[in-house]
Protein backbone atom coordinates (compact mmCIF):
# COMPACT_ATOMS: atom_id res chain seq x y z
CA UNK A 1 0.00 0.00 0.00
CA UNK A 2 1.10 3.27 -0.74
CA UNK A 3 0.43 6.37 0.88
CA UNK A 4 0.69 10.03 0.22
CA UNK A 5 0.85 13.20 2.24
CA UNK A 6 1.45 16.45 0.91
CA UNK A 7 2.63 20.21 2.28
CA UNK A 8 3.27 23.04 1.33
CA UNK A 9 0.00 24.55 0.42
CA UNK A 10 -1.28 27.99 1.95
CA UNK A 11 -2.31 31.72 0.94
CA UNK A 12 -0.35 33.80 -1.13
CA UNK A 13 -0.68 36.85 -2.98
CA UNK A 14 -0.02 36.70 -7.00
CA UNK A 15 3.42 36.85 -7.93
CA UNK A 16 4.36 34.75 -5.22
CA UNK A 17 5.92 31.49 -5.46
CA UNK A 18 5.10 28.28 -3.62
CA UNK A 19 6.62 25.11 -3.14
CA UNK A 20 4.90 21.73 -2.97
CA UNK A 21 6.40 18.40 -1.49
CA UNK A 22 4.26 14.79 -1.91
CA UNK A 23 5.81 11.94 0.03
CA UNK A 24 5.62 8.71 -0.59
CA UNK A 25 5.68 5.96 2.08
CA UNK A 26 5.67 3.17 -0.70
CA UNK A 27 8.75 1.06 -1.49
CA UNK A 28 8.07 1.07 -5.31
CA UNK A 29 8.16 5.05 -5.44
CA UNK A 30 11.50 4.76 -7.20
CA UNK A 31 9.85 2.62 -10.21
CA UNK A 32 6.19 4.63 -10.00
CA UNK A 33 5.41 7.79 -12.54
CA UNK A 34 4.14 10.75 -10.29
CA UNK A 35 1.68 13.47 -11.33
CA UNK A 36 0.16 16.64 -9.48
CA UNK A 37 -3.18 17.42 -10.24
CA UNK A 38 -5.67 20.21 -8.72
CA UNK A 39 -9.09 20.68 -8.74
CA UNK A 40 -10.92 24.68 -8.34
CA UNK A 41 -14.31 24.67 -7.18
CA UNK A 42 -16.79 23.61 -10.03
CA UNK A 43 -14.75 22.40 -11.88
CA UNK A 44 -12.62 18.98 -12.87
CA UNK A 45 -9.60 17.74 -11.38
CA UNK A 46 -7.28 18.44 -13.78
CA UNK A 47 -3.35 17.59 -14.43
CA UNK A 48 -0.93 20.28 -14.16
CA UNK A 49 2.44 18.11 -14.16
CA UNK A 50 3.68 14.64 -14.19
CA UNK A 51 7.02 12.78 -14.59
CA UNK A 52 8.68 9.91 -15.40
CA UNK A 53 10.14 7.15 -12.77
CA UNK A 54 13.87 8.87 -13.17
CA UNK A 55 12.66 12.66 -13.75
CA UNK A 56 14.01 12.40 -17.22
CA UNK A 57 10.32 12.64 -18.88
CA UNK A 58 7.67 15.62 -17.86
CA UNK A 59 4.46 17.08 -18.96
CA UNK A 60 2.65 20.62 -17.89
CA UNK A 61 -0.31 22.15 -18.45
CA UNK A 62 -0.77 24.75 -20.88
CA UNK A 63 -1.96 27.09 -18.16
CA UNK A 64 1.52 26.73 -15.98
CA UNK A 65 4.23 25.91 -18.52
CA UNK A 66 7.14 27.82 -17.57
CA UNK A 67 5.53 28.75 -14.03
CA UNK A 68 5.58 25.16 -12.47
CA UNK A 69 8.30 22.97 -12.30
CA UNK A 70 8.16 19.27 -11.04
CA UNK A 71 11.00 17.38 -9.82
CA UNK A 72 11.52 14.01 -7.63
CA UNK A 73 14.04 12.95 -5.42
CA UNK A 74 14.02 9.13 -5.48
CA UNK A 75 16.31 8.66 -2.52
CA UNK A 76 13.91 10.90 -0.47
CA UNK A 77 10.55 9.26 -1.32
CA UNK A 78 9.58 12.78 -2.86
CA UNK A 79 8.37 14.74 -5.14
CA UNK A 80 8.00 18.24 -5.64
CA UNK A 81 6.25 21.06 -6.91
CA UNK A 82 7.61 24.73 -7.55
CA UNK A 83 4.68 27.28 -8.55
CA UNK A 84 6.40 30.58 -9.66
CA UNK A 85 4.64 33.58 -10.22
CA UNK A 86 1.52 32.49 -9.06
CA UNK A 87 -2.02 33.61 -10.13
CA UNK A 88 -5.49 33.49 -9.20
CA UNK A 89 -6.62 31.33 -11.45
CA UNK A 90 -3.92 29.16 -9.55
CA UNK A 91 -6.44 28.60 -6.59
CA UNK A 92 -7.20 24.94 -6.20
CA UNK A 93 -7.00 21.73 -3.85
CA UNK A 94 -4.00 20.49 -5.22
CA UNK A 95 -3.15 16.27 -5.50
CA UNK A 96 -0.36 14.03 -5.74
CA UNK A 97 -0.58 11.16 -7.36
CA UNK A 98 1.09 8.15 -8.44
CA UNK A 99 0.61 5.35 -10.97
CA UNK A 100 2.18 1.59 -11.19
CA UNK A 101 4.15 1.97 -14.09
CA UNK A 102 7.84 3.69 -14.74
CA UNK A 103 6.12 6.34 -17.41
CA UNK A 104 4.98 9.79 -17.56
CA UNK A 105 0.92 9.91 -17.62
CA UNK A 106 -1.44 12.65 -17.89
CA UNK A 107 -4.79 10.32 -18.03
CA UNK A 108 -6.31 10.56 -14.60
CA UNK A 109 -7.72 7.99 -14.45
CA UNK A 110 -4.54 5.84 -14.55
CA UNK A 111 -3.24 7.02 -11.42
CA UNK A 112 -3.62 4.31 -8.56
CA UNK A 113 -2.81 6.22 -5.55
CA UNK A 114 -3.76 10.10 -3.92
CA UNK A 115 -3.06 12.16 -1.55
CA UNK A 116 -5.54 13.85 0.77
CA UNK A 117 -4.66 17.07 -1.29
CA UNK A 118 -3.37 20.69 -0.44
CA UNK A 119 -5.07 24.03 -0.61
CA UNK A 120 -3.36 26.88 -2.54
CA UNK A 121 -5.05 29.90 -2.79
CA UNK A 122 -3.49 33.12 -4.40
CA UNK A 123 -5.36 36.05 -3.87
CA UNK A 124 -4.80 39.49 -6.13
Known amino acids: QVQLVESGGGLVQAGDSLSLSCASSGRTFSTSGMGWFRQAPGKERECVAA????????YYADSVKGRFTISRDNAKNRVYLQMNSLKTEDTAVYYC?????????????????WGQGTQVTVSS
Open 97 to 113: AAHRTLGMIVRMSEYTY
Open 51 to 58: INWNGGVT
